[in-house]
């Protein structure tokens, strides 16, 4: 497997540091939205988008390229974050989050915004939506990637389950799924609200190959991703094992900051005038990198 | 009397001598029609290849074909995800199941993703018969023509079902084509016109003004035109539109029926709310009001029995449309009602 060099993690840790800096800014700004889930994916975000992906920002309909399909619409502030630091458009669009005539829908849409693959919200069929590609492009002799990315929560609908189903029966070699396994959902820790484990096992049994790694680890990631590609028989689950609300102190490991966004949340460790504002305190913090407009 | 710019078949009242069909058998000889015309065609099954006459596709074209097993939901996003790398997906399935049961991943992943996907929506109507209500798709029609970025066709016969599956390739967004499973008249030729969004004028009567005119989809056009020989017996002068597309309507040829008739009776194998007769009031309450009568299916689930005495029994048979004739026409403003015709 490649190794990233020192210098390439560096960098990329350092977009992964921007690219919640601005998801959280967008939020603080739109006034909604989702928070845990967008800090947790912001280094496979980053990864993806600046190492990984065959894609051109300026030609975001470039047919030879990968395709990134985001199942959990939800934590699309983390993608709109990434894609505006890939350059396809700018950051200060990423304000405008949530607003009246805005691309940067609350779900993506994918007609609104070049880039995006797909619309979606409504969790569960993002995975379908990706073997379809895979399918088609495998019909057509293409050697393009087929990225899908989940949640973890979202493996309670059945839909998912067709789609896993399909991709073993298909072998589809040029489809990798990769998992937020953040053990988050709206109404609670996944493992009570509805116990999705052997997540490893049920995979396999379906015909995958499957991959544990630390979801914020770079170098495991790309690992795993360059893993992915090399096995040819099976289409490959990455299980990312994440802490939802990464970067934030205080919305960590906590099930009640997933759909609410700095200022909104609970209060039981800043009151809502002050969380915007100690979210990227913290993030500066954590890395000694960010300068904030919110000091 | 019969349009004959219609062209429509010698026998067009005879029953006995008229040759029968389902209009699922249209979209399977259309099926692989398209899929020769176009190498980006591909169809969808979901278990059930042969009652949706998908299995001759899959014949000519197996490379093509993928069984997706009981999985409808995961079918119409399988097929969104095929659409966005460029094929043209039909899937199959029956009406009850997709457009049913996966509505909503029709409506986020292919309609408002935008997407070219057609679905084949094979046993609608209570004519599907002995299999009950559970499998009478009367639903479909309203479920689907709210959608936006959508096409909804109702053949009239199995001829007009396999024009409707090879004009769908040409067509933008999400096609719903309806399909029903019983044989029914095979009443239309190839040279009958079809144009998706054209309702066709198949019979007029020979003088005006007319009585009323009657507005139908499906197989139960053909219900329509025994009506209106019938009616026409009596003196009654009535017009039949075939409105094979209920989305996006054919505003003119339905406002100007109504300005000929000042009456209309629609007639479609479905619930009357929400359904194709909804679409023409829809429109007329707005543009010029005149009254309507409704046959279709009220406000009830279908049941077990065999297709002829389902429509009997849910009131869709020429007599029931007669009697919707006579109706309408005593609930025109009083000018009217002296052309009652008894």
Known sequence: MTHLHDDKVKELEQKANEIRQTLI????????????????????FALLYFHVLKHDPKKPDWPERDRLVLSNGHIC??????????????VKETKTLRKLGTRLQGHPHRTSLPGLETTSGPLGSGLSQAVGMAIALRMDGKKNIIYCLMSDGEHDAGQTWEAAMLAGREKLWNLVAIMDRNNIQI????????PLEPLRAKYEAFGWHVIDVGGHDFQELNSAIDEAKAVYEKPTMIIAHTIPGKGVEYMERDFRWHGSPPGKGPEDKFPRDMQGAEALKELRTLWGKIKSEHE | MSNPKAKLVKDLLDLKKLAQAPTRDGYGFGLVEAGKKNKNVVVLCADLTESTRSEAFKKEFPDRFVEMGVAEQNMASVAAGMAAVGKIP????????????NWEQIRTTIAYNDRHVII????????????????????????????????????????????????????????????????????TTDKTPFKVGRAEILWDAKVSPLHVAIIACGPLVHNALLAAEELG???????????????????????????????????????INGGMGSAVAEIITRNYPVPIEFV????????????????????????????AVRRVIKRKPAQGRSASGG
Do not use: W
């Open chain 2, 233 to 271: 017996k009596k003196g009654i002068k009535v017009r039949v539109i075939n409105n094979h597309t209920i989305k996006p309507l054919d505003e003119k040829t339905i406002l100007k029926a109504a300005k000929d008739a000042g009456a209309l009776v629609t007639v479609e194998e479905h619930q």
């Open chain 2, 90 to 101: 039909f899937i199959s399935s029956y009406a009850m199941l997709s457009p049913g049961r």
């Open chain 2, 120 to 187: 084949g929506g094979a046993h609608a109507g209570v004519s599907v018969g002995p299999d009950g209500a559970t499998h009478q798709a009367i639903e479909d029609i309203a479920i689907t023509r709210v959608l936006p970025n959508m096409t909804v066709i109702v053949p009239c016969d199995a001829v007009e079902a396999k024009k409707a599956t090879i004009a769908s390739v040409g067509l933008k967004g999400v096609v719903y084509l309806r399909f029903a499973r019983e044989k029914t008249p095979v009443f």
């Open chain 1, 187 to 194: 109404d609670g820790n996944t493992e009570d609200v509805m």
């Open chain 1, 77 to 90: 502030p983390v993608q709109y974050a990434t894609m505006a630091h890939a350059g396809y458009f700018s």
């Open chain 1, 25 to 44: 800014e967008s939020l603080i700004e739109a006034g909604s939205g989702h928070s845990a889930g967008p800090l947790g994916m912001a280094d496979v």
């Open chain 2, 296 to 323: 279709g299916v009220r406000n009830r689930f279908g049941e077990s029995g065999e297709p002829n005495e389902l429509i009997e029994h849910f009131g869709m048979s020429p007599k029931h449309i007669i009697e």
